[in-house]
């Protein structure tokens, strides 16, 4: 889990296309690294984050409910499965 390459892998993995989550906001805190178009980065730390403005631009961003899934490796899923850091869905319900 602390190998920089597959970190670096994974973030540069951004496209919409992959595999994906969906959040269901429910109000509650987050905690976020925000890349903005115009190139400045920041981070969030606050409750209720459905927009955001960026610091440099002002742009205002809705934040979205869709976090990118990416396949690991046969080596790295060894590493987490090792570690048991994964969550886990509670059934086999498939959405058309």
Known sequence: ???PAMWKR???ADEMNNPRAWIQWKGTNVCMDVH???GARGHV???FTYFYRC???NTLWSVGQNVRLHKLTTAEAAD???EGRF???TND???E
């Open 45 to 47: 730390d606050d409750d």
């Open 93 to 95: 319900e498939r959405m």
């Open 36 to 38: 903005c178009e115009c």
């Open 1 to 3: 889990m602390n190998d």
């Open 55 to 57: 610091w440099n631009c």
């Open 10 to 12: 994974l973030i540069a």
């Open 87 to 89: 969550a886990e869905s």
């Open 80 to 82: 987490v499965r090792r």
